[in-house]
């Protein structure tokens, strides 16, 4: 089971993880949304599309961005469409 973890809460728990790039995209069902605040930034990657972020909210502390999905990846990463991966100190392991 990969856990993701920040801040003392568990952020998202799956078993069914999918690794790009050494990141580790948790189906959005497993993912914890009463820690995740939409966010308005947006960063391109050339073969994944347009990414969009959450920051997580945990005991009033905010990780500013720290959580980031595709909604519409472009074919080559179909894979991790309705994910969610993390960065910024969330631990994942």
């Known amino acids: 089971m ?3 973890t920040w801040n003392g809460a568990v952020i998202a728990e799956s078993d069914d993880t999918v690794v790009v790039e050494g990141n580790h995209y948790f189906p959005r069902a497993s993912v914890n949304a009463d820690v995740l605040c939409d966010s308005k930034t ?5 073969w994944k599309g347009t990414a969009h972020y ?3 909210i945990v005991d ?5 961005d720290a959580a980031w999905y595709y909604p519409e990846p472009k074919s080559a990463a179909a894979e991790i469409k ?8 969330v631990v994942v392991g």
């Open 54 to 56: 959450h920051s997580i």
């Open 2 to 4: 990969i856990k993701a």
């Open 82 to 89: 309705d994910r969610i991966a993390f960065w910024r100190g």
């Open 42 to 46: 947006t960063t391109v990657c050339s």
């Open 60 to 64: 009033g502390a905010t990780n500013t």
